[in-house]
T-cell receptor
Framework: EPEVTQTPSHQVTQMGQEVILRCVPISNHLYFYWYRQILGQKVEFLVSFYNNEISEKSEIFDDQFSVERPDGSNFTLKIRSTKLEDSAMYFC????????????FGPGTRLTVL | AQKITQTQPGMFVQEKEAVTLDCTYDTSDPSYGLFWYKQPSSGEMIFLIYQGSYDQQNATEGRYSLNFQKARKSANLVISASQLGDSAMYFCAMSLANQAGTALIFGKGTTLSVSS
């Protein structure tokens, strides 16, 4: 069964460093998403991406964040200068799109900023 | 704006019994989807069930069913014959249908503990 994959599973970085989180969405899906979940809290939407551009983004997704689909399979989230409060689980998801917009999640990347 | 409310921080159930996890939602849009996800202690988000706002029948997927009451804006998850492996956090979520790349809005979750 096709699934979303994410690498790495855990990333530890120093405050102020750049990180890139990688995702491979399900191959026939057209819509891609990033969410984050701070430990013990609910899942929060960051950004959605379709047809090589951002469809929607939340207030969390500020200038420190960017997304890219560098090739036909990968979808990346870059955080330019990490802060302590960026420590969270980051989930990538993908969907076929409307009408159901059923989103399938990857296993997540645990980001720890020291 | 859409909002999801899950009022039960934790629920406890005995193995083989049924349990209902509550979810209410708020939206002014007539076309939307409701979802339930399971998050075990390992952290992944597992899709369980989907209900569209125009679906006439309540959704069912194996032991999971969604009790959809549109007038009350509720979308409760019913798990029948609970198993120890059902112990996890459960999130209710919604998105607007028929809109490209729309976000899932999640509730705060309910922790389900199944005992033998």
């Amino acid at each position: 069964e096709p699934e979303v994959t994410q690498t790495p599973s855990h990333q530890v970085t120093q405050m102020g460093q750049e990180v890139i989180l990688r995702c491979v969405p399900i191959s026939n899906h057209l819509y891609f998403y990033w969410y984050r979940q701070i430990l013990g809290q609910k899942v929060e939407f960051l950004v959605s991406f379709y047809n090589n551009e951002i469809s929607e983004k939340s207030e969390i997704f500020d200038d420190q964040f960017s997304v890219e689909r560098p090739d036909g399979s990968n979808f990346t989230l870059k955080i330019r200068s990490t802060k302590l409060e960026d420590s969270a689980m980051y989930f990538c998801a993908s969907s076929e799109g409307p009408p159901r917009n059923e989103q399938f999640f990857g296993p997540g990347t645990r980001l720890t900023v020291l | 704006a859409q909002k999801i409310t899950q009022t039960q921080p934790g629920m406890f159930v005995q193995e083989k019994e049924a349990v209902t996890l509550d979810c209410t939602y708020d939206t002014s849009d007539p076309s939307y989807g409701l979802f339930w996800y399971k998050q075990p202690s390992s952290g992944e988000m597992i899709f369980l069930i989907y209900q569209g706002s125009y679906d006439q029948q309540n959704a069912t997927e194996g032991r999971y069913s969604l009790n959809f009451q549109k007038a009350r804006k509720s979308a409760n998850l019913v798990i029948s014959a609970s198993q120890l492996g059902d112990s996890a956090m459960y999130f209710c979520a919604m998105s607007l249908a028929n809109q490209a790349g729309t976000a899932l809005i999640f509730g705060k979750g309910t922790t389900l503990s199944v005992s033998s």
